[in-house]
C-alpha cells in the first residue's frame, strides 16, 4: 500500500508535467507551475486516496503473499482503466485551458500509460522480491496425525505459519478432520486437506500452480477477492449511513426500554465469530434482567423472560439494530451466519461436526438460515439454520447477498421476527 501511494503520486505529478508541456509549450515557466490555469492541489490529494479505494476494491490487499505474476497484470491493468476514466472525467475533463478545450484523447491515453506503468512496476519489482525473499514466502506446515496440533500450536506461536495441510489417513478421518479445522481456525491460517481418490474424482480437489500438490481448500472463499473487499466496503458504509441515519430510533427505542422495564437498555453477549473467535454482540434488550442463571436458555414462544415491548421489537427484528455497530467494527457483516454461543455450539457439533465451515467469513445481521428458519428455539432449529447457513457459504455471492437483504425486508415489514 505505501509503495502504490508513492507511486499514485509520481504519476498525478508526471501527469501534471505532461499537462504542462502541452498546455503551455513552456514546461519551466515559474508562473505556470506556480500558479497552474487548472485545479492543482485538490487531485494531488483525491487521486492517490481514489487509487487506494480502487485498488481494494479490486481485491488487490487481500492475500499479498499469494501473488500471482499474471494475475497482478490483469488486476492493474483493470484498475488503471477504471483510475484513467475517473480522473479523465472527474478532473481532466473540466480543466479550462485559454478558454478552450483540447487534446482530451491524448489526455487520456497518456495518462492510462503513466498510470499502468507507473503502478505495475514498482508492483512487480515488490512481488519480486516477496517471492525470493525466504522470509516473506508462505509458511506451511503438515499435520499426519491427531497428536500433532499441539506441537504445531506451540511453533505457530513462536513463528506463525500461513497455511496447514491436513494428511489425515486414519480410519475416522472426517471426525479427526473437522476437529482438527475447530482447533485451527482461531490461529488465522488456511487450512487444506489432502483428497481421497473419490474426492479427486469428484473434481472438489485443485490445483493452484503446476506441480503443486491437489488439496481441498476449506478456508477458501467461494467468493474472489475483488467480491470480498465490495462486500466489506459496502458493510462499512452502510452500517455508517444507518447508525447515522437511525440514530433518532436508537435514541427512542433505548428510552422506551429503559422506562418500561428495569435495567440497562443494550444487552451485550459473547458469540462466535470469524476464525472461531468470541466477540460481543450487542442488542436492545428484550427480556427482563437475570433472565439466565447460570446456564444459556433458548427462547421459546411466549417466553416469560421476554418483556412486552421486547415482543414488538422481535416481532419486528428492531432489537438487531445496535448490530451495525458490531458491522462497522469488522466482527460482522450484513450477510453471513448467525454467531452463535459456545454453549449451543457445543451441542450442535455433537449432530453436526461441520459447523466449524462457517467459520471462513464473518457472521451476519442475517442469512438464509434466519429467513427459512426463523429464531431457533430447539437443537433441531439451530441445526436445520445451519445447513441452510452452510448452503449459502458454499454460494455465497454478491447477487445472493441483494437476494438475501430483500427477502429480510419481508420478514421484516411483514412482522415475522418471531
Not at 458454499?394 to 429480510?408: H, P, V, W
Request: overall charge neutral; glycine content about 6%.
Amino acid at each position: 500500500m505505501m509503495v502504490d501511494l508513492m507511486s499514485s503520486v509520481i504519476i498525478w505529478g508526471a501527469f501534471l508535467m505532461f499537462r504542462w508541456l502541452v498546455y503551455e509549450g513552456r514546461i519551466l515557466s515559474v508562473d505556470t507551475i506556480l500558479i497552474p490555469m487548472f485545479d492543482f492541489y485538490m487531485p494531488l490529494v483525491l487521486y492517490p486516496i481514489g487509487c487506494l479505494c480502487v485498488y481494494y476494491l479490486s481485491g488487490y490487499y487481500l492475500r499479498p503473499l499469494r501473488k500471482r505474476y499474471l494475475r497482478e497484470l490483469r488486476r492493474t491493468f483493470i484498475s488503471s482503466v477504471i483510475i484513467s476514466l475517473g480522473a479523465f472525467f472527474l478532473i481532466v475533463i473540466d480543466d479550462e485551458v485559454g478558454g478552450y478545450y483540447e487534446r482530451y484523447l491524448m489526455s487520456l491515453v497518456v495518462l492510462f500509460l503513466i498510470q499502468f506503468f507507473g503502478s505495475y512496476l514498482p508492483r512487480l519489482l515488490v512481488t519480486i522480491i516477496a517471492h525470493k525473499n525466504d522470509n516473506d514466502a508462505p509458511r506451511r506446515y503438515t499435520i499426519r496425525s491427531m497428536d500433532e496440533i499441539e506441537v504445531f500450536e506451540l511453533a505457530h506461536a513462536q513463528q506463525p505459519y500461513d497455511e496447514v495441510i491436513l494428511d489425515i489417513q486414519s480410519k475416522e478421518k472426517e471426525t479427526d478432520i473437522y476437529v482438527l479445522i475447530n482447533r485451527l481456525y482461531p490461529a488465522n491460517v488456511e487450512i487444506s486437506v489432502v483428497p481421497s481418490l473419490y474426492d479427486m474424482l469428484t473434481g472438489a480437489a485443485t490445483i493452484e500452480d503446476v506441480g503443486d500438490q491437489p488439496l481441498i481448500p476449506i478456508t477458501e472463499h467461494k467468493m474472489s477477492d475483488t467480491e470480498l473487499c465490495v462486500k466489506r466496503a459496502f458493510d462499512i458504509v452502510v452500517s455508517l449511513i444507518a447508525l447515522i441515519v437511525l440514530s433518532p430510533v436508537y435514541l427512542l427505542i433505548a428510552l422506551v426500554v429503559w422506562g418500561t422495564s428495569r435495567g440497562p437498555a443494550f444487552y451485550c453477549q459473547e458469540r462466535i465469530g470469524l476464525h472461531g473467535i468470541p466477540f460481543n454482540i450487542i442488542k436492545f434488550r428484550t427480556m427482563c434482567v437475570h433472565a439466565e442463571n447460570d446456564t444459556p436458555q433458548l427462547s421459546l414462544d411466549n417466553d416469560p423472560r421476554v418483556t412486552k415491548l421486547g415482543k414488538f421489537l422481535r416481532k419486528y427484528r428492531l432489537d438487531e439494530l445496535p448490530q451495525f455497530w458490531n458491522i462497522l467494527k469488522g466482527d460482522m457483516s450484513i450477510v453471513g451466519p448467525r454467531p452463535e454461543r459456545r454453549y449451543f455450539i457445543n451441542q450442535i457439533e455433537e449432530k453436526a461436526p461441520y459447523y466449524c465451515m462457517i467459520y471462513k467469513i464473518r457472521p451476519g445481521l442475517t442469512s438464509w438460515g434466519p429467513i427459512r428458519v426463523g429464531y431457533t428455539d430447539t437443537l433441531e432449529k439451530m441445526v436445520s439454520r445451519l445447513n441452510y447457513d452452510i448452503v449459502y457459504v458454499e454460494n455465497m455471492s454478491l447477487g445472493l447477498d441483494l437476494k438475501i437483504m430483500f427477502y429480510t425486508l419481508g420478514v421484516i415489514f411483514n412482522g415475522k421476527g418471531k
